[in-house]
């Protein structure tokens, strides 16, 4: 082997494991000596699990000894966002109100990383609550982007596409509200896909917003984010959202053949908000396509330009609800000082949830307060249904729609952290996705001057995944550069 460990992806660890080329400990081992090594400048781990990760490499190998066939993702190391619920360690979602909050079960994806051998290193870090584009939010660390210490790694999964892009695990599992998943894999150059609302079960994922959160990958290859999707997907019996669906092969979808393919491009995303340097990368990234017999095709979603409010009412709404159930009675943290029962709610939520927390749960507060529910919400929920309407009507005339990720590539801290709206235009190209509650994935399409990862996404039709993930590969296999590694490595 040549690559040194870390730098492996999940599947050829997976395979090297299986062929006991290498054992589950040797990586284990391997991966916990570089975040030994780079995780002091990158920060993107909250908790390591040492002793914990070596006992379960240490169950795979013996599980070799005794002959038993390993799972799909034997050995390979993960990075765990704050917010998946393990018995194991604390889940306390970057926040105060949860920082010593042990959960009593593990998330149904956790759950089946572990029954495909997977070896969890520990958690990553996340905004608090998974609210914000850049990980400041977190209240317990700052996390880096490895191609820019400067830089933020974007959010809210920060910790998930830090840690992988800076080869400290071969994958990691995050969340997407609004983009969560894609942007941070953009700002720090790595692959994220966020299935189709129902794709993945949320059970044990602590929610932020019911009707758009969804777990997906982060990881380096769109191979390693296929063959993780099909071990983390299916009906859960533990979340009825989640849907019945015949088996998947996402793995052998990646089939390198385009022929056919309709990529669409979304006129209304490729406006003077996109940075120029961005919109160069993508479109240099859709010629691949052309170049390669897939049909461009221009499209509309005319929508677009109401998806950050509709998004900021309903999320807000939705978390105002979920966030509720903090008042350090039955979960959190609970204020010393409290001598009655409305101090205990004022004082605890006012000292344990970070600013940008306080103001989602009073701006969701407000929309869904009587007089205003009918302003807000209720009309808010009617322009999300036009919304997916202009995705449908698009996919009458293409496969996939490509656009950038993010308008922007990465920024330094605090250049936005002081201004809510500007940070909410980030995320202007990933929010109707789960608004419309699409599968997305963003691949890495080329360093700006500054050295700074762009990344391309593709939306792809409810539970057409397979698509999604051929097109991406194809793009990745055929972009004719390679990413090179952060300068942190
Ligand atoms: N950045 C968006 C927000 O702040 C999306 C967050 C997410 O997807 N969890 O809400």
Redesign the pocket.
């Known amino acids: 082997m040549t690559k040194e460990l870390h730098w492996k992806s999940a599947r050829e660890i997976r395979d090297a494991v299986q062929s006991g080329a290498v054992s589950a400990t040797q990586i284990a081992q391997e991966h916990l000596t570089r975040i030994d090594a780079v995780d002091g400048r990158v920060d993107a781990f909250t908790q390591l699990w040492r002793d914990k990760a070596l006992e379960m490499a240490a169950a795979v190998d013996a599980k070799a000894a005794r002959g038993e066939t390993l799972g799909a993702l034997a050995g390979v190391p993960v990075g765990l966002k704050e917010l998946f619920c393990t018995r194991h360690g604390k889940t306390s979602c970057a926040s105060k109100m949860l920082e010593n909050f042990e959960s009593p079960y593990d998330a149904t994806v956790v759950k089946k990383l572990e029954e495909a051998d997977a070896v969890f290193l520990g958690k990553v870090n996340m ?1 608090e609550f ?4 850049s990980t400041e939010n977190s209240a317990i660390k700052t996390t880096k982007n490895p191609w820019n210490l400067k830089c933020v790694p974007g ?2 999964s920060g910790g998930s596409a830090a840690a992988v892009t800076a080869g400290e695990c071969a994958l990691s599992l995050g ?7 894609r ?1 941070p894999a953009c700002l720090c150059g790595c692959v994220g896909i966020k299935p189709t609302y129902g794709r993945v079960s949320r059970y044990g994922l602590v929610a ?1 917003a019911s009707s ?2 969804q777990v997906g990958p982060l990881t380096r290859t769109v191979e390693d984010a296929a063959l993780t999707l099909d071990v983390i997907c299916g009906k859960d019996v533990m979340d009825a959202t989640s849907a019945v669906l015949p088996k998947t092969d996402f793995m052998g979808a990646l089939t390198g053949d385009i022929s056919g393919l309709r990529v669409g491009l979304p006129r209304e995303y490729f406006t003077d908000a996109l940075n120029p340097e961005m919109r160069e990368k993508v479109e240099c990234a859709i010629d691949v396509y052309r170049a390669n017999g897939a049909e461009i095709v221009d499209v509309s979603l005319p929508c677009s330009d109401y998806a950050i409010a509709v ?2 009412i309903i ?1 807000t709404a939705e978390a105002s609800a979920n966030l509720a159930r903090f008042d350090g009675v039955r979960y959190g943290f609970r204020h010393p000082d409290a001598k009655t029962v409305k101090d205990m709610y004022a004082l605890s939520k006012s000292d344990a949830f970070g600013p940008e927390v306080q103001r989602r749960i009073m701006l969701g507060t407000y929309v869904l307060s009587s007089g205003y529910y009918d302003a807000y919400y209720l009309k808010a929920q009617k322009v999300r249904a036009l919304i997916k309407k202009d995705f449908d009507a698009a996919f009458e005339k293409c496969d996939v729609i490509a656009s950038p990720t993010s308008p922007t590539a990465s920024f330094e801290f605090g250049s936005k952290s002081d201004n809510p709206l500007e ?2 235009l ?2 202007i190209y ?2 109707s996705v ?1 608004l419309a509650t699409l599968p997305g994935i963003s691949v890495p399409c080329g360093l700006t001057d500054a050295g700074l990862p762009a990344g391309l996404q593709l939306i792809g039709r409810p539970f057409e995944e397979d698509t999604l993930l051929r097109a991406a590969h194809f793009y990745e296999q055929n972009r004719g550069f390679d990413m090179g590694r952060p300068p942190v490595a």
């Open positions: 905004d998974a609210m914000g584009s959010g809210s969340s997407d509200t609004g983009g969560s998943i942007q932020f758009l959160d998004y900021y999320c940070m909410y980030s995320d990933t929010i789960n």
